[in-house]
């Protein structure tokens, strides 16, 4: 018998979205990949229909799941199609930088956002690490929108406790290659807020729809609510009186204190002054051998230092080194966040990245030291979570 000629892959965009244009295509990739009459697979081939159905149901989805079906009947590893490993997204939109997306980071939305916005919280969280969207849009301040949207992988969710807004530390898979606006004009209404979720398959109708191929990376990342046991997130190895300092509810001075609390935990010798003592001082000197920081506490989300911020702390910075002669000391701010890069010779700390080193030092007990954090005052910039990682 004279074989079947394999029909050109593009013409899948052109067929009916319909169980029995998925059977077509299923029985045309069994007859090329096998070589053999598809009536001896329909009891194989309608089993894939029947499961890929209930799942993929728009053309572009549908597209998906044939050419995972063709690799599946290609290969040897006969499980079930990558393209069914996905259920949720979530979505998360800024205007706060236009590089926001590029970098791995905590997102945190302050003010009336809160995490009860997103369905199903817990379960979601639990499943991290997550496939996600970082899209930028037109807010008040500046206009991003014609920036491309960026793939990314949310690896953890939390909130405060105190005020309710969502945490979602994040790094980026790969940027896309459409605009952040024409991605947001094919979302459901419902999908264009600051954070929201999506179906998988609404998506990757939309993505379709944009002329958008999801990176294989993200494509394989878990389905929300897997049977898996969730392990001990970093922060629950912490007591609330630390993590306090990530909310809004303390007063200036509290922030202060916790933040003396917490470089004495981490094992500075610490000098408060601020509220402490009358007079114009930084807020406090830590340190530890003969390397230091002499540092200003911020209690703010998105902090940027100003021109008179810096140029009071390289001030008093000037005077503790006089007071501490032989000692090398850094000025450094501490905030929640930061919003900006810092300056040279200006080290920024925000609290996540402290909070994390005590938790390091709590897991590593008498093999931790602050050695390297000599190193990291000396190359400048902001400490983060990937720093501690790399240096200690």
């Known amino acids: 018998m004279r074989a079947r000629r394999k029909q050109p892959i593009t013409r899948l965009k052109s067929c009916k ?19 053999c009459n598809p009536a001896v697979y329909s009891q194989y081939v309608d089993h894939s229909i029947t499961s890929l159905g209930r799942l993929l149901r728009e053309a572009s989805v549908l597209r998906h799941a044939a050419l995972a079906t063709v690799g599946w009947l290609n290969g040897n590893d006969h499980k079930t199609p990558r393209y069914c490993s996905l259920n949720q997204v979530i979505l998360l939109t800024t205007d706060w930088a236009k590089d926001y997306w590029h970098e791995s980071k905590t997102a945190k939305y302050p003010g009336k956002v809160s995490y009860t916005q997103v369905p199903d919280w817990s379960n979601l969280a639990a499943s991290c690490p997550l ?12 206009d991003y929108s014609r920036i491309p949207f960026v793939y990314i992988k949310i690896n953890e969710m939390t909130y405060d406790p105190g005020t309710g807004n969502p945490y979602f530390r994040f790094e980026p898979v790969r940027v896309s290659k459409t605009q952040s606006d024409r991605l947001r004009a094919k979302l459901p209404p419902t999908c264009r807020g600051l954070i929201s979720t999506i179906q998988i398959e609404d998506l990757l109708n939309v993505l379709s729809d944009i002329g958008e191929e999801p990176p294989d990376e993200w494509l394989k990342l878990p389905i929300a609510g897997t049977s898996q046991k969730p392990s001990l997130a ?24 916790r933040i003396a609390s917490t470089l004495t935990a981490l094992g500075f010798k610490v000098t408060q002054k601020g509220h402490k003592k009358e007079g114009a001082y930084a807020d406090g000197v830590a340190i530890h051998e003969d390397t230091g920081i002499v540092y200003d506490c911020k209690n703010s989300q998105n902090y940027a230092p100003t021109e008179d911020d810096i140029r009071a702390l390289k001030q008093y910075t000037s005077e503790e080194m006089t007071l501490n002669s032989g000692k090398a000391l850094n000025g450094a701010f501490i905030a929640r966040d930061f919003r900006t890069q810092p300056r040279q010779n200006i080290f920024h700390l925000p609290v996540e990245a402290l909070l994390y080193l005590l938790f390091v030092k709590l897991s590593k ?26 240096y200690w």
């Open 17 to 35: 979205r319909s169980n029995q244009w998925l059977h077509f295509t299923l029985q045309r990739s069994t007859t090329c990949a096998l070589g």
């Open 131 to 142: 496939p996600g969207l970082g899209i930028y849009y037109r807010g008040r301040k500046n």
């Open 234 to 257: 970093w922060r629950d190895y912490l007591g609330n009186y630390f993590l306090e300092l990530e909310g809004s509810n303390l007063s200036d001075r509290e922030f202060e204190d």
């Open 365 to 390: 007990g008498n093999e931790f030291n602050l050695n390297p954090f000599k190193l990291l005052l000396k190359k400048g910039g902001e400490l983060s979570r990937r720093k501690i990682d790399e």
